[in-house]
């Protein structure tokens, strides 16, 4: 029975409207549950032009009331003319024709006339979803660059984009999804730049999304993924409007959706994580250094207690001995293995970092700090763990801290583990055996058909912007490698 009631409500929503009005405003408040529904408002007038009633049909928690009485119900009572559409003072009016259509703008934020003895229904987007104002990004910091982010509002990301691109090719195409709860898909991308075949297995994808609500671009990114088990991330998350439009004048593809303070970029290399946007701010050198000292910060994060584990382990031959004696005098009281002592800091490490983002802001810092002194002294003075051990994890942890983004920086996280537990069992044999792994497994990994590691590996005709950067007057070219239409940047 409920299955019948479910099929019999769906079949309803396509019934096409009909001339008599109070038959379509009964349908139409059957369909919203007005009864129930507190902020479902419908508001009846006589437009002067017709004398005929007019009945308009909204949400009056998501829509702005002064376009309404201004730009609707005050030029229906008062103005002449031929017909609605040429009345009504305000932009985007279209035509309706059937209940599916007005659903899916009502719960988008427009108002929905119905009119006397007429089976065309208008909508007119008054949407005023509330959100946040522009703020500074949080989570993608930097210096000697804009400090603009994106917000929760799809209208003023999309805004804040145009803002650093001017270009008549810029599309911002709408692509819906969601069977239950309808939500737009922006895909952003430059017409003329743009590879065609990309672009269109993204369309393909999201057509291809059968699911009840899609409700943000974080939710997003995982239904449209090519490797759901990876530990690497397949899109680029950023928060950054300055970086968006960066990437879109290269030829990427940029994804919102209403309710996300940030975008999508697709397709991605391991590049574009390691890359920040402050390095185009900064000259030459200072760029490239900056890019130096993460790279050096990445590996170090990556490796370092691994190497630890190995060459304490199997290689004591390849430590200093006076270094030697420090490390067995500091360790000869712990009656733990190494592998150990390193996996319970790193641990410990962890659950701190955990802490610190989820408990309240003024208490975040304190935690961190306070925390990993008070147990890092504490597990050297009960010998539980030698303090040379506590020095390797905290620069590991630390260095992760250099690569800001937040899907790269889980990738190095878990796969710091992977090479503490291979660094166990044979040493840097092992180790070396993983690490040369985890580099195939990025050479396999395609993002939207593009390589992972390109343009590296394999190579393509571009501005070669991996590790280091060209100064940027001798740029000429657009990454090669998602093979855009227009390759060369300057004539």
Partial sequence: ????????AEANKQVPLSRNLEKNTTHLKQLFSSELNKDFSTREITARYSNKRIKLFFYSSIVNSTKIHEGIIRPLLEAKGENLPSIITLEAIK?????????????????????????????????D???????????????????????????????????????????????????????????????????????????ERLDQLSVDNVRNIESLEQYIEERPYSIVSSLLYTERPDRAASYLEDGYIVLMMENSSACLVLPVTFWSFFHSEEDRYLRFLFGNFSRII????????LLVSGVYVAVTNYHSEMIPPDLLLAIVSARERVPFPVVFEVLLMEISFELIREAGLRIPNPLGPTIGIVGALIIGQA?????????????VVALSGLSSFAVANISMNFTIRITRFLFIFAASFFGMLSLTGAFLLWVMYLASLRSFGVPFLAPLSPSYKSTNDTVFRKIIKNEYFRPGQIKPKDLRKKG
């Fill in 1 to 8: 029975m409920f299955f019948k009631g479910k099929k019999n």
């Fill in 95 to 127: 035509e309706l024709t059937d209940f599916d259509s007005i659903i899916d703008d009502i719960n988008s934020g427009n108002v929905v006339l119905l009119l006397e003895d007429s089976k065309t229904a208008y909508s007119v987007n008054v949407a």
């Fill in 129 to 203: 979803f509330k959100h946040r104002g522009i703020e500074k990004p949080e989570n993608e910091n930097a210096v000697k660059a804009p400090k603009e982010a994106f917000t929760e509002s799809l209208n003023v990301n999309i805004s804040l984009v145009r803002k650093r691109f001017h270009d008549k090719q810029l599309i911002a195409e709408a692509k819906p999804v969601g069977n239950r709860s309808k939500l737009d898909v922006t895909i952003m991308y430059v017409k003329d730049v743009v590879n065609n075949e990309i672009l269109e297995n993204v369309r």
């Fill in 294 to 301: 993460r790279l050096l910060a990445f590996l170090i994060s």
């Fill in 379 to 391: 597990a050297v003075e009960a010998n539980i763990v030698s303090p040379i051990v506590v020095i």
